[in-house]
């Protein structure tokens, strides 16, 4: 058995609906039921790796058959040797007064985060200690895009102090160092960027913002004969913005039937997620592109 880590980049919104109205939102998107985290789910990203995948391989191939399972006519032959789990956030970004936009996390997300590092062989990331009311830097003041010259960070309506205690700070330089890692492995331009916005906060002031920071969007269906909005056609949906970050574990677990080597399975997973990948719905109206990159090795 082995695990990988999928880290999933948004480059346009991205909705991965429920299919249900929460309150003044029509069209609310996918969240622990628990705890509210927003997620995209294991098999919505299941089914568009294995959609993409098919472009390489025919749904017959065996090596197609053994990573996703059979057609689901004859679902019941075998199992597919890869589960994918929930991808869950992990970076909401959240618009500021300094720098445009912070990527914001907390330690709820780094406690997800870290067990899915630990499970893909990975080692887990330090944890800083943040009050309620401030929040933590990976780097000093002077160096941070986000952070005004008072040393507080603006995030929507949240005015937080930066706490600048060393061991704190050296914590959190620790923590944006492996996150930069997992999410651009081959990018250190990038890679000092997400340090440079990278703002940690308490869990409550995270709930407020992955409950309250999010795109809404108003839509509307045209009657084209009156040039009006059709009678309820008008709806608000909600999404995840660009810049998100959620991960997901990937496991590969031997099955009985399956005659592909692991290790050409997980480069058949690795080709079918190149380039920009189509996660949730509303693909005609440009949500969902998404980087993906992998990381990670045996547990």
Known sequence: MSSRIMSIHAQSPLHAGTGQSTGAIDLAIARNQATGVPLLPGSSIKGALRARAMGTATTQSVQHRDLFGPDTTRASEQAGAMAFGDAELLLLPVRTMRGTFAWVTSSWLLIRHNRDRRAAGLNALPSPRVKQSQCVLPVPRTESAVVDGAGVVHLEELDLRVDSAKKVQ??????????????????????????????????????????????????????????????????????????????????????????????????????????????????????????????????
Request: with cysteine; aromatic share 6%; hydrophobic share 45%.
């Open 170 to 299: 050296e914590a959190a330089a620790a923590m944006a160092e492996g996150l930069a890692k997992v999410i651009f492995p081959d990018s250190a331009a990038w890679q000092d960027l997400l340090k440079g916005k990278l703002v940690y906060v308490h869990d409550d002031m995270m709930a407020f913002l992955w409950h309250h920071a999010l795109q809404i969007d108003a839509r509307i269906a045209m009657n084209h004969e009156t040039g009006t909005v059709k009678d309820g056609g008008l709806w608000h949906e909600e999404s995840l913005p660009p810049e998100t970050v959620l991960t997901s574990l990937v496991t590969h677990t031997p099955t009985r039937r399956a005659t592909t080597a692991e290790g050409d399975m997980w480069d058949h997973l690795r080709a079918a997620s190149t380039g920009l990948v189509q996660f949730g719905g509303k693909a005609t109206v440009g949500r969902g592109r998404c980087q993906v990159t992998w990381v990670g090795g045996e547990a």
